[in-house]
């Protein structure tokens, strides 16, 4: 599993060019990922959300959006330039300006226990040094009842396999280094995919809801 101190460092890098590289290179479908995993949360209707390893708070965003301004919603993440992506563009939007983005260890939450009703990670668990230890606090904050609502790339169709892990290894971080300068982080990102365990999941991108 990755190092805390190397992934922090990573983002911090490429911070300020996250948001493009993922349009560009998902072809705008993070959109959509990001859309169907808000829906599944506005289907539990929780009081409140929070939304770890948060980056540029596009998730958050996308809670306010479809939860409404009655639900209390905020984001944590471990690398302050993400946070301060997330700040600035949270400024910029009326409805998201009482989103608090707060530095936050998904291994060491500074967040009570039980105190919220469901917990969005997108793109972040894979990420973690520990994610065994992650789950634990994502548990200890969880309200009786609540749900852990997980975003993660997955394993493709088996046919699908080496077209996918060619554009992973190949293609992805080449448009990753005109976009970011950065094509380190973007070759950590297939070698992080290729070894994250799959699941029973059968879609690419796996959503998945644990009570
Ligand atoms: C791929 S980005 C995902 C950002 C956002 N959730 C999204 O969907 O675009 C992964 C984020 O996880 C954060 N992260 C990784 N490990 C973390 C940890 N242990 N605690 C908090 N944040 C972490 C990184 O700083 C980075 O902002």
């Known amino acids: 599993m990755p190092e805390s101190h190397s ?10 060019r996250y948001d493009v590289a993922n349009r560009v290179l998902s072809g705008g479908t993070d959109i959509y990922w990001r859309w169907r995993l ?23 965003f996308a809670l306010r959006r479809r939860l409404g ?9 471990f690398c302050p330039p993400m946070l301060e ?19 936050g260890d998904c291994l060491a939450l500074p967040i009570d ?17 520990n994610r065994h230890l992650g789950l634990q606090e994502m548990r ?6 609540g749900c852990l609502y997980c975003l993660e790339f997955s394993q493709p169709y088996a046919l699908l396999r080496p ?18 300068g ?15 365990p799959p699941g029973r999941f059968k879609r690419r991108n796996a959503f998945c809801r644990i009570q």
């Open 7 to 16: 992934v922090r460092s990573m983002f911090g890098r490429i911070a300020g």
């Open 38 to 60: 808000t829906g599944l949360v506005r289907s539990q209707q929780p009081d409140s959300v929070a939304d770890l390893a948060t980056g540029s708070g596009d998730v958050a």
């Open 69 to 77: 301004t009655g639900v209390r919603i905020s984001g944590y993440d």
């Open 85 to 103: 992506e997330a700040r600035v563009k949270g400024a910029r939007g009326a409805m998201y300006k009482d989103i608090p983005f707060a530095e």
């Open 113 to 129: 226990d039980q105190s919220v009703a469901a917990v969005t990670i997108s793109f972040g668990l894979r990420n973690l040094e």
């Open 140 to 145: 200890r904050i969880l309200k009786p009842g």
């Open 163 to 180: 077209f996918y892990y060619l554009y992973l290894k190949y293609v992805l971080p080449l448009f990753a280094r005109l976009l970011t």
């Open 182 to 196: 950065d094509k380190a982080a973007y070759d950590y990102l297939a070698g992080s995919i290729e070894s994250f």
